[in-house]
């Protein structure tokens, strides 16, 4: 394997060809290597949401996945991204297949580490807007907070709970997820 090089843009081809001991994504063909593995506070935080959200997708048929997973946004064009969210969301099955979610999945939810967060909350928030996830939650540790942005007419309008807040899953009709019992957990 030709090691990465940051000068230079790849497509989802060349993504699976590079070394299985690093995660990497790719937006709009620039390499950005992810995180180290997450913290305890991150893996709690992304533990609570599963618990709520598969509870509520019990006999339902969105289906709820958990990074890595890739993300391929743009797999019917250049296929040059590949992001792998924390969770998301996807609804429409014909858009699962062996790599991972092909198109854009319904629900992403990034949680935030000190090394990912500026192109969670900018790059990644147009990128998800662009491409038409329905609903993109940020969910920040630190300040206890959930960003909720929701795309209506093709743009983001966000919505902003806290830790004493319940949130509605726009999505997933019905579904309410204790962010106390997240950030408690």
């Known amino acids: 394997m030709e090691a990465v090089r940051l000068d230079r843009l790849y497509t989802y081809a060349d993504y699976c060809t590079w070394d299985d001991d690093l995660r990497w994504e790719l937006i ?4 950005y290597l992810m995180s180290p593995a997450p913290t305890s ?34 797999a019917d ?17 014909s858009k699962i297949s062996s790599r991972g979610c092909d198109g854009a999945p319904d629900m992403v939810i990034e949680i935030l ?5 500026r192109r969670d909350m900018t790059e990644k928030l147009r990128l998800y807007e662009r491409f038409g996830v329905r609903e993109y939650w940020i ?5 206890k907070i959930v960003q909720a942005y929701l795309l209506e007419n093709g743009r983001y ?12 899953v726009n999505v997933l009709e019905g579904c309410v997820v204790d962010l106390k019992a997240v950030f408690e957990g």
């Open 157 to 168: 309008f966000i919505k902003a709970y806290t830790d004493a807040d319940t949130a509605p």
């Open 113 to 117: 580490s000190p090394s990912t967060s």
């Open 77 to 93: 064009g250049v296929d040059d991204t590949v992001v792998q969210p924390d969770l998301v969301v996807i609804c429409d099955k």
């Open 139 to 143: 969910v920040d540790p630190e300040r």
């Open 41 to 74: 506070e991150h893996q709690s935080l992304s533990m609570a949401l599963t618990g709520q959200l598969l509870q509520f997708l019990r006999d339902k048929p969105c289906k709820l996945f958990a990074a890595p997973f890739d993300v391929c946004l743009n």
């Open 28 to 31: 709009d063909g620039v390499p």
